[in-house]
């Protein structure tokens, strides 16, 4: 890689969704990425839900439940007024706060880096390596 590609990169932060039905048993699933570059002015989460793998693990699970929190992630990503609260916010101040430990079902696993110079791109490389 020349130093000019190198150049064209900015560093970014992104998070693991992680769901855990059962907390007693802290067995989960990865079932999303929030991605974060400050550089670009970008935050987003892309999800997938693979219900049968949840179902393995909780046939119990609450299904249209968990899947409202991972939606409820992508909504305060957007900012919009769908945000709730969070969306006068800005993305670093709302990436922050949705990577913020829980004891809830949908939790962040601990923030990663590294460079991008296409962060839509990489949001989507890391759903199909980490998720799917």
Do not use: K
Not at 32 to 60: K, N
């Amino acid at each position: 890689m020349s130093r000019a590609e190198r150049r064209d990169r900015d560093v970014f932060e992104y998070a693991v969704l992680r769901v855990i039905p059962r907390v007693e048993r802290g067995e989960s699933i990865n079932a999303g990425v929030i991605l974060y570059c400050r550089a670009r002015s970008f935050l987003a989460a892309a999800t997938h839900l693979d219900e049968s793998r949840l179902r393995a693990l909780d046939p119990a699970a609450d299904v249209a439940g968990v899947r409202a929190a991972l939606h409820a992630a992508e909504r305060v990503c957007d900012g919009g007024t769908a945000a709730g609260p969070a969306a006068g916010d800005d993305a670093g101040r709302r990436f922050r706060w949705l990577i913020a430990p829980r004891s809830t079902v949908v939790q962040p696993g601990p923030v990663h880096t590294g460079l991008t110079a296409d962060p839509p791109g990489e949001l989507d490389r890391l759903l199909r390596v980490l998720v799917r």
